[in-house]
C-alpha cells in the first residue's frame, strides 16, 4: 500500500522520493502503518517478517540482513538479538532517520538510484534480505531480484511483501476508497503500482531470477502476498 495508506513511504523504485511529486508528509505518513485501519494491512506483514527473522537467526545467530527499502526501520524492534541490519532506500530521509537511532545493531545505510539491482552498490553478501512493500514500485524487477539473489551468501535468505493483484478485493479497494484518501492527500493511486503480482507470477519471478524453495502465501485479509526463498547453496 502507498503512502496515504500506511506504506512505508518512498521505497526503492517508489515515486515519492526527492524530484517526484510530494505525497504528503513523509513521516506521518510511516506512522499510519501503525493505525487502524492500516493496521489490517500491515500488522500480518509484520509478524511474518518477524517469524522469518526468527528462523533466520536459528540459522546465523550473528547474520548480517540487508533491508531493501528500510523506511523508518519499524521492524527492528521485534529482531531477535544478534542479527545487525544495513539499510538502503532511495530516499536519503529514511536512511538518516535510520542512522539517527543510533541503534548500534545498525551497521550503516547506503542511499541508492531508484531501479538499480542492489549488488551494483552494495560489494558484500549478507545471509539475508528483506523488501516489504518495494518489487511493487520497480519496473526493471527481473534484474532487480537478480541483483537481490546476489547480494545473498549462498544459501541466504529473502522475504519480500506486496500487495496481492491476484485477487478482486485489493483493486477494488484501491480504485474506491483508497483512491479518494489519496485525492484528498494531493494525488492519485493510479500510477503508484506499475508492477503488479499474484501469488503465481510472483513464484515465477522469483524462480526465473534464481531463487530456491520458493513460497508464496497470502495474508490472512488476501490483500497482500508474503514470499521466502533461498539463494543456491
Not at 550473528?62 to 519499524?74: K, P, Q, R, S, T
Not at 500487495?163 to 478485493?169: D, I, K, L, T, V
Not at 519471478?205 to 514470499?227: K, M
Amino acid at each position: 500500500m502507498n503512502n496515504a495508506d500506511g506504506e512505508h513511504g518512498a521505497r526503492v523504485g517508489h515515486p515519492g522520493h526527492p524530484g517526484h511529486p510530494d505525497q504528503g508528509d513523509y513521516f506521518a505518513n510511516h506512522a499510519r502503518a501503525r493505525q487502524f485501519p492500516w493496521t489490517l494491512y500491515h500488522q500480518p506483514l509484520e509478524r511474518d517478517l518477524e517469524r522469518f527473522l526468527r528462523g533466520l537467526a536459528g540459522e546465523h545467530p550473528a547474520g548480517e540482513v540487508l533491508v531493501v527499502g528500510c523506511g523508518l526501520l519499524h521492524e527492528i524492534d521485534a529482531a531477535p538479538a544478534g542479527l545487525t541490519f544495513h539499510v538502503v532506500d532511495i530516499d536519503e530521509r529514511a536512511v538518516e532517520a535510520v542512522l539517527d537511532r543510533g541503534d548500534l545493531r545498525i551497521t550503516g545505510g547506503t542511499v541508492v538510484v531508484p531501479e538499480e539491482p542492489v549488488d551494483h552498490v552494495l560489494t558484500r553478501q549478507f545471509a539475508a534480505i528483506y523488501a516489504k512493500e518495494v518489487v511493487e514500485h520497480v519496473l526493471a524487477w527481473p534484474s532487480w531480484l537478480v541483483g537481490l539473489r546476489r547480494a545473498l551468501v549462498p544459501g541466504g535468505r529473502l522475504w519480500l511483501s506486496t500487495p496481492n493483484y491476484g485477487e478482486p478485493w485489493l483493486p477494488a479497494i484501491e480504485s474506491t476508497v483508497l483512491e479518494l484518501i489519496a485525492r484528498k492527500s494531493g494525488f492519485s493511486r493510479r500510477q503508484l503500482h506499475p508492477t503488479r503480482f499474484s501469488r503465481g507470477s510472483l513464484r515465477r519471478g522469483l524462480l526465473g531470477a534464481g531463487f530456491e524453495d520458493v513460497a508464496v502465501r497470502s495474508t490472512p485479509t488476501r490483500l497482500a502476498l508474503t514470499a521466502w526463498a533461498r539463494a543456491p547453496r
